[in-house]
């Protein structure tokens, strides 16, 4: 497991809290009982991060002026979810993907009896539970931390030994939960096919680049490749491949005897960073000087019955070079 990581603190207090959790985190789901919900690379990400088909899931709506999205836009994959009840249960899972979906939520907990929409989703699949007392399950600092929470936090930029007691780090089921979680691939797609955040003044601007529709994204993506082609076009290129159906990258472009590898990236945002998939980063790392980044940012979306894309501010670079230093995991943020 990476040295550090957050930690998701999820009390389970209200009926409403126990029936989300019984019918997702206790439930085992099949990805076919909402494979119609999802557009097609989310849906590849899920197979890929639960390859037998089943997962658990837990889920949250916005919350007062967007706290709980914020708080879980900080998690990333391999990051640790704490269910407890107070002298009951206490679960711990870690973060396979996430994704904001209000039909999924409402697929998922068709009773909730929440008023607030359950949209914001975490997919997980190795579980630990134990019937441990809460105390013997973590130091003593961070029980009494959780003894006076009632509500979902995000703790950030911690190590095991911050959490968990001695006893608990020296089990074997302990051990064997944890080395399951280093095989696991990071990388989220953190695109939302649906709903929209009342007040999101709280979530990162990657956040609010999300909180699209499958079919407005596809429009976005589809004009910048669009716009891409043009260009590689008027720069001489005579061949043009998209290859991002099947790819880790969007246009393999020839000149002569000049091969470049391009990603392209759309968004109606100034673009001050763009979100990348594991594969991709390491697809560009390798491929390098050969490379393109082909960015269009500001792009114009119009809504309604004629839905389409317009304008857009152009930027390339090539060769482009990833720099650690500018990545973070969420699938992998990188600054512009």
């Given amino acids: 497991m990476k040295t550090r990581f957050n ?14 959790f019984d019918n997702g985190i206790r439930a085992k789901l099949h990805i076919s009982s909402i494979e119609n919900l999802l557009f097609d690379k989310l849906l590849d990400k899920l197979k890929k991060s639960h390859p037998s088909g089943l997962f658990s899931v837990w889920g949250i709506g916005a919350g007062e002026k967007s706290s709980n999205a914020n708080n879980w836009n900080k998690l990333n994959s391999n990051d640790l979810l704490l269910f407890y009840k107070r002298n009951e249960y206490v679960v711990i899972t870690k973060v396979a993907q996430k994704f904001q979906s ?17 949209q914001y989703v975490i997919t997980v699949d190795d ?9 013997k399950y973590f130091t003593k600092t961070f029980a009494n931390k959780i003894s006076g929470l009632n509500t979902f936090e995000v703790l950030e930029n911690l ?15 302990f051990h064997d939960f944890i080395a399951r979680l280093e095989d696991i ?14 007040d999101d003044s709280a979530i990162s601007s990657t956040a609010k680049s999300l909180v699209l529709s499958a079919a407005e994204r596809r429009i976005i993506e589809n004009h910048a490749v669009t716009l891409a082609k043009e260009h590689f076009k008027i720069m001489g290129y005579s061949k043009i491949e998209d290859v991002g159906s099947y790819e880790s990258f969007d246009l393999k472009v020839q000149r002569d005897h000049e091969i470049l590898y391009v990603e392209v990236k759309g968004t109606t945002l100034n ?3 763009i979100v990348l998939t594991r594969n991709e980063v390491d697809l560009h790392l390798k491929v390098f000087p050969n490379n393109a980044l082909f960015l269009v940012t500001q792009i114009q979306l119009h809504k309604g019955d004629d839905l389409r ?13 990833i720099l650690n230093e500018n990545l973070s995991v969420i699938a992998f943020n990188y600054r512009m």
């Avoid at 894309?309 to 070079?321: R, T």
């Fill in 159 to 173: 190590v095991l030994a911050d959490i968990f007691s001695e006893s608990l780090l020296a089990s074997e089921s």
């Fill in 185 to 198: 691939e990071s990388g989220f797609v953190d695109t939302v096919p649906d709903g929209e955040v009342d």
């Fill in 309 to 321: 894309a317009s304008g857009g501010v152009i930027q390339v670079i090539s060769p482009w070079k």
């Fill in 102 to 118: 209000e039909n999924v939520g409402r697929r998922i907990w068709p009773n909730s009896s929440e008023s607030d929409v359950t």
């Fill in 127 to 135: 579980i630990l539970q134990s019937d441990l007392t809460v105390n």
């Fill in 271 to 273: 673009g001050d960073s």
């Fill in 7 to 20: 930690l998701a603190i999820v009390p389970i207090q209200t009926s409403n809290d126990e029936y989300v």
